[in-house]
């Protein structure tokens, strides 16, 4: 169906995929790239290939997308924990629950006699 002779662009040779994270000073402030790279040899050379760019992705995802690169394997919250048993909350305050427990007063403290 497609002659590659016509095609601009190689076939993509496979590799493992990365991220990489890189960091420029600018003059007011750092400028933070985080990039999906594949590598792979061709002709004995190292090539890299930038697959996506994944800079607008907030910082935990990014770290999550390098750990499943790596093998790890991560399980929701919802799925990981069960609730086994719940103990009921004891009320804030003075067990009425409008504020804390009142203080006694200066005067109904014991006096000591001299």
Same mark, same amino acid.
């Given at each position: ?41 061709? +002709?004995? $050379?190292?090539? #890299?290939?930038? !697959?996506?760019?994944?800079?607008? &992705?907030?910082? =935990?995802?990014?770290?999550?997308? *390098? +750990?499943? $690169?790596?093998? #790890?394997?991560? !399980?929701?919250?919802?799925?990981? &924990?069960?609730? =086994?048993?719940?103990?009921?909350? *004891? ?24």
């Amino acid at each position: 169906m497609w002659d590659h002779a016509l095609v601009s662009r190689k076939p993509r040779a496979t590799g493992p995929f990365h991220v990489v994270t890189t960091r420029r000073q600018g003059k007011h402030r750092e400028y933070v790239a985080h990039l999906l790279r594949r590598s792979y040899r061709e +002709g004995g $050379l190292v090539k #890299k290939e930038t !697959v996506a760019n994944l800079s607008h &992705l907030p910082d =935990e995802v990014v770290e999550l997308i *390098r +750990g499943a $690169l790596r093998g #790890k394997q991560f !399980v929701l919250a919802e799925e990981a &924990l069960a609730v =086994e048993r719940s103990l009921p909350g *004891r009320p804030r305050g003075g067990g009425t629950g409008d504020g804390p427990p009142a203080r006694a007063a200066a005067s109904a403290r014991p006096r000591t006699l001299s």
